[in-house]
Nanobody
């Protein structure tokens, strides 16, 4: 089993910045990929960004160029630097870890509880 604990969510003004963190513990050896998904009210969960253990990144078109995902393998932690957020980025952001299937955009593995990010205009 793997436990994921997110931190860093909150209220941010549009154009500001916010950094999310997610620390993994437990059976870390079962993790190859780590990343973030988000779900806004009334919408389906969507991929935000993924990073492999080797550093390969995948971004949603809607956040590319504004958000940056990074990973510290020694600390088993993944980060999401959110620059120039927009009101439409408001959602619950969930950390995920395991194996990412690029063809479907889905993560098979473990999920955090989620952290609320609200972007005010």
């Amino acid at each position: 089993q793997v436990q994921l604990v997110e931190s860093g969510g909150g209220l941010v003004q549009a154009g500001g910045s916010l950094r999310l963190s997610c620390a993994a513990s437990g059976s870390i050896s079962s993790i190859n990929d780590m990343g973030w998904y988000r779900q806004a009210p009334g919408k389906q969960r969507e991929l935000v960004a993924i990073i492999s253990i080797g550093g390969t990144t995948t971004y949603a078109d809607s956040v590319r160029g504004r958000f940056t995902i990074s990973r510290n393998n020694a600390k088993n932690t993944v980060y999401l630097q959110m620059n120039s957020p927009k009101p439409e980025d408001t959602a619950v952001y969930c950390c995920a870890a395991g194996w990412f299937l690029a063809g479907t955009g889905t993560m098979h593995g473990y999920w955090g509880q989620g952290t609320q990010v609200t972007v005010s205009s």
